[in-house]
């Protein structure tokens, strides 16, 4: 007679698994792989050189630092502690005269504690962050893109903090 596990929940137990001996070619395990099927190491080779193939002719970005330093910068321009002239290079015109012509929030000082950056296309930059006002956070975000200039921040928005 035969038994047949039933657990209280009605799940069966698992068959242990043990791996298989590696061969003697470079340490790996010899498995069988069907004439035409995929193995991981075909995957991994084949995303890589799409990988490689896509940055290939990639523009090199501004480091994490260096848009870690604009946006800090920028934040120091809308509360009066930094002239807008100082970002005259890293600005395009349009973000420059809406910087310059922002209301100042003299006597505040936020700090950049964080940011993530994204790059969603070859000659662009999307940048999200935490600036944070004592204990309060506000969120910000920005876009640089790579043009005849260089990189140049083309938008920045601070957003207002929740009441």
């Known amino acids: 007679m035969s038994h047949v596990f039933q657990s209280a929940s009605g799940l069966l137990p698992l068959t242990p ?5 590696p061969d003697d070619v470079g340490g790996r395990a010899s ?5 035409g099927q995929l193995t991981l190491d075909d ?6 050189a799409q990988h490689a193939e896509r940055h290939e002719h990639s523009i090199p970005a501004p480091g994490r630092r260096m848009v870690h330093r604009v946006l800090t910068a920028l934040l120091e321009v809308y509360t009066g502690r930094r002239a807008a002239s100082q970002l005259d290079g890293w600005l395009t015109p ?7 012509s922002a209301p100042r929030a003299v006597g505040i000082r936020h700090v950049l504690r964080n940011i993530h950056v994204c790059r969603p296309a070859d000659g662009a930059l999307e ?3 935490t600036a944070f006002l004592d204990e309060r956070a506000r969120a910000l975000v920005a876009r640089f893109e790579h043009g005849s ?4 921040c083309v938008l920045f928005t601070l957003l207002p903090p929740r009441n």
């Open 17 to 21: 698994y043990e791996p298989t001996e």
């Open 31 to 35: 498995v069988e792989v069907a004439e």
């Open 43 to 48: 995957l991994l080779t084949e995303l890589h």
């Open 94 to 100: 349009t973000l420059q005269r809406r910087v310059r």
């Open 127 to 129: 940048v999200c962050g």
């Open 149 to 152: 200039s260089g990189w140049r």
